[in-house]
């Protein structure tokens, strides 16, 4: 598989999970004990804000892994997300990653209380637009990437 084709597949995904992200933390409860769980649903009440911020939150993964796919296997600016060589790998991906999860794990308690959800998705949209202009710079730059000599063809 060549680069374009898993940049596709990885922005195809975050993009789905992104989509599914507010539908797994929906408004629904388990209540009963431990022998009658009964699922019942809570009434939808989602604001505008709500709704803002669950985009907000779709186009923050979506420039995240849009910088993740275009610095893959390229040399990292960054000290603490330099793996082996000097590149970017599997380290940087898992603290991106841990960052971004973290974040988003935050913010969800502040808008699970009703607080913040227009601050947050500001803060998500500031952040994915700087995400999305570094992975615009990664792809423009000229730095070559290096495929490890492991998965080189024979």
Known sequence: MNFSTNLRRLLTFSLVFALLTP??????AVIGTSNEKTLIELPKRESRTSKLWKWS???LIAGSAADVATSWGRMEA???L???????STRGLLIKT???GGVLAAQTMF???GQGSRAAAFT???LAGALAGVAAYNSSNGSKRVTPSYLQPR
């Open 23 to 28: 539908t797994l933390l929906g408004d629904s």
């Open 124 to 126: 998500n949209f500031a």
């Open 111 to 113: 808008v699970r209380n």
């Open 98 to 100: 841990s960052l971004v």
């Open 78 to 80: 960054n000290p603490a």
């Open 82 to 88: 330099r793996g082996p060589g000097g590149r970017f």
């Open 57 to 59: 939150v779709a186009a």
